[in-house]
């Protein structure tokens, strides 16, 4: 199953997925304290990776900061996902 996954992705081209707009995540912005630490009630969610108007620093996956989820700006993104259905 995942070798057929593999060969999916071995044909397709992705190219520099970093630096278009801030991934908005619906975490809970905290420290790193626990991968497993329940949501907390605080306003501020995470978003991560900066976008075509962040700083070189920022436009990387691995950044991370914060914002509450009622702000709008045109950097700033979702991405959608789901789980893959049963065969």
Do not use: K, Q
């Not at 990776?49 to 962040?54: E, K, L, P, T």
């Amino acid at each position: 199953m995942i070798r057929d996954w593999c060969a999916i992705i071995r044909n397709l081209t992705f190219y520099v997925m970093a630096g278009n707009v801030w991934e908005w995540c619906a975490d809970v912005y905290a420290a790193y304290r626990s991968p497993h630490a329940p949501p907390t009630t605080d306003d501020l969610r995470v978003r991560r990776g900066g976008s075509w108007y962040s700083m070189f620093e920022d436009v990387r996956t691995a950044h991370r900061d914060s914002c509450t989820p009622d702000f709008s700006i045109s950097t700033y993104g979702f991405r959608c996902a789901a789980d893959r259905p049963p065969e």
